[in-house]
């Protein structure tokens, strides 16, 4: 299922940052242990294909924006609508989603 969307506002609905975090993965445990700097990079590389694909198969292409790819654990921050949330959190692989909650200072 692709959920069709824009970024920012439409019909009501405004993108907001989440996370996203990810299922078990062991290829993903295979590369974290490699603690050199190419196995940093193979890492980074690795993760950032994964996360794009998911995105890729699941949301419009330019109806979200995808921020940053996170090594310390598989996941990813991605600017989206709660709709496109809601059609992450029921995809393949995917562990949990989560809007950010800004504090007031």
Same mark, same amino acid.
């Given at each position: 299922?692709?959920?069709?969307?824009?970024?920012?506002?439409?019909?009501?609905?405004?993108?907001?940052?989440?996370? &996203?975090?990810?299922?078990?993965?062991?290829?993903?445990?295979?590369?974290?242990?490699?603690?050199?700097?190419?196995?940093?990079?193979?890492?980074?590389?690795?993760?950032?294909?994964?996360?794009?694909?998911?995105?890729?198969?699941?949301?419009?292409?330019?109806?979200?924006?995808?921020?940053?790819?996170?090594?310390? &654990?598989?996941?990813?921050? &991605?600017?989206?609508?709660?709709?496109?949330?809601?059609?992450?959190?029921?995809?393949?692989?995917?562990?949990?989603?989560?809007?950010?909650?800004?504090?007031?200072?």
């Amino acid at each position: 299922m692709i959920i069709k969307e824009r970024r920012g506002k439409m019909g009501g609905k405004e993108s907001e940052r989440y996370f &996203v975090f990810m299922d078990y993965d062991p290829e993903y445990e295979r590369i974290r242990n490699d603690r050199t700097k190419r196995g940093a990079y193979e890492l980074d590389m690795y993760l950032s294909r994964k996360h794009d694909e998911l995105l890729e198969n699941t949301l419009e292409h330019g109806s979200y924006k995808k921020t940053i790819s996170l090594i310390i &654990v598989d996941g990813f921050a &991605v600017e989206i609508t709660e709709d496109q949330a809601n059609a992450l959190r029921s995809a393949n692989g995917v562990r949990v989603v989560e809007k950010n909650q800004e504090f007031p200072n």
